[in-house]
């Protein structure tokens, strides 16, 4: 992130599709603590930039295997957070065209319900918790089954 454009994305809406990995980021202790999101220190680095974070509750391979037309009764949901509704509203669409729902997390702040490890990151769609994401074909996790999920971060914290 350090290595961002920040002058090229200010004023623009960025999306947030990071996940914060111990071993693989090093130990950054406002994350451990929770004293601070990812979500957060992403907006950090793009100080001019409207961000949403989104895509990153969900298996890469999965985002494309579930992706389905308005409308559809086995249609998946992508949580989203932050502090610019516009932006949101933005998102939300082009959600909408690439075959998903939205549901709102709120602001940044919030963003810790969809950060890894907790109840709405990559679960909802899977098919079999037990096998290897690559391996799970995943399955379809509408807005209700999100909205559990997120109810469910927020009463085990």
Not at 19 to 48: C, H, K, M, W
Not at 79 to 101: C, E, M, W
Not at 114 to 140: F, H, M, N, T
């Amino acid at each position: 992130m350090p290595h961002l454009p920040v002058d090229a994305l200010a004023g623009k809406i960025v999306i947030d599709a990071n996940n914060y990995y111990r071993l693989r980021d090093g130990v950054i202790a406002e994350l451990d603590t929770g004293s601070l999101t990812a979500g957060a220190l992403f907006q950090r680095y793009v100080p001019g930039a409207r961000t949403v974070k989104t895509f990153n509750t969900i298996y890469f391979e999965h985002l494309v295997s579930l992706a389905r037309p308005a409308g559809s009764a086995d249609r998946s949901a992508l949580p989203l957070a932050g502090d610019d509704d516009a932006a949101k509203q933005s998102v939300t669409a082009l959600l909408n065209r690439l075959g998903y729902d939205s549901v709102d997390v709120g602001a940044t702040t919030e963003s810790w319900r969809i950060q890894e490890g907790s109840p709405a990151y990559v679960l909802p769609y899977l098919s079999d918790p037990r096998l290897p994401w690559p391996q799970d074909p995943g399955k379809p996790a509408g807005v209700k089954e999100i909205r559990t999920a997120l109810e469910q971060a927020g009463s085990s914290s």
